[in-house]
């Protein structure tokens, strides 16, 4: 969670719509104290990272930012200006809490439990067949 150089996932707390910029806070990993969401408190399991517009999605409509609504994906670098800061590069919107579809990837279509076999138990498609084929008299 939260390492340079992982794809991770975190919601916009603030954006800079005049100067094309924000950031983005996620999770460095599992604490109980996951309520102190201040970056800046040093309890605090959380991070946050500078965006660029440049790195959000075009499909995304700026004016939904900040939202703690639209989870965004996205590649974690080192700031090259920052010491000790990150950058978020590549963003995609993978979900949206709102209602709202903009910024959203087409998610690929599931296959569901009977077509994989798994209402029978089985856990794979062929074992349901094999068990199709035994079970029905030639």
């Not at 700031?79 to 910024?103: I, L, P």
């Amino acid at each position: 969670m939260g390492e340079i150089g992982s794809r991770i996932r975190g919601i916009c707390i603030r954006w800079e719509a005049d100067r094309g910029f924000g950031f983005i806070r996620f999770l460095t990993g599992i604490s109980a104290r996951l309520w102190v969401t201040d970056t800046r408190q040093e309890d605090s399991p959380y991070e946050s990272a500078f965006v660029h517009i440049s790195d959000l999605p075009r499909e995304l409509d700026m004016d939904d930012l900040p939202s703690r609504d639209i989870i965004l994906e996205f590649d974690l670098e080192s700031s090259e200006t920052e010491k000790g800061g990150f950058v978020a590069r590549r963003c995609t919107v993978v979900n949206r809490y709102d209602g709202r579809t903009g910024g959203l990837l087409k998610q690929p279509e599931r296959i569901s439990s009977t077509e994989r076999g798994e209402d029978a138990g089985f856990a794979r498609q062929d074992e349901a067949e094999e068990h199709e084929a035994v079970a029905e008299p030639s």
